[in-house]
């Protein structure tokens, strides 16, 4: 009697969206499985230590983001976020993202 393997596959659980922020104010949307992911890929984003992030929220409405890979920033501005120009600084926002953004390597330019 041969004896077949019926285990299931383990799920995987998706990363999931956090919001991290340093003590100088800079924040990131980072995904990982849990508090300890998102410290971890803040200080490789940022290049700190773990005593310069001051506050980790979750952001469950940004989860359907982890793993795209598509680039979520329509998202984040219907969230009232708002991003500075890489170029010449102009503060681009919800209300005026229809002039037209270029998105490159997480550098936003207007």
């Known amino acids: 009697m041969n004896a077949q393997n019926t285990a299931k596959p383990e799920a995987t659980n ?15 949307l980072v995904f990982g499985l849990s508090e300890e992911d998102a410290e971890n890929a803040t200080m490789r984003e940022f290049s700190c230590d773990v005593d310069d992030i001051v506050d980790i929220e979750r952001k469950p409405e ?26 010449c600084n102009s503060v681009i ?18």
């Open 14 to 28: 998706p990363a999931v969206a956090w919001l991290t922020t340093l003590d100088d104010h800079r924040q990131a």
């Open 93 to 110: 926002n919800k209300e005026n993202v229809h002039m037209g953004i270029v998105v490159s390597d997480n550098v936003i330019y207007c």
């Open 62 to 87: 940004l989860d359907e983001y982890g793993d795209t890979g598509v680039p979520m920033v329509k998202a984040m501005f219907d969230l009232g976020w708002e991003y500075n120009c890489s170029k």
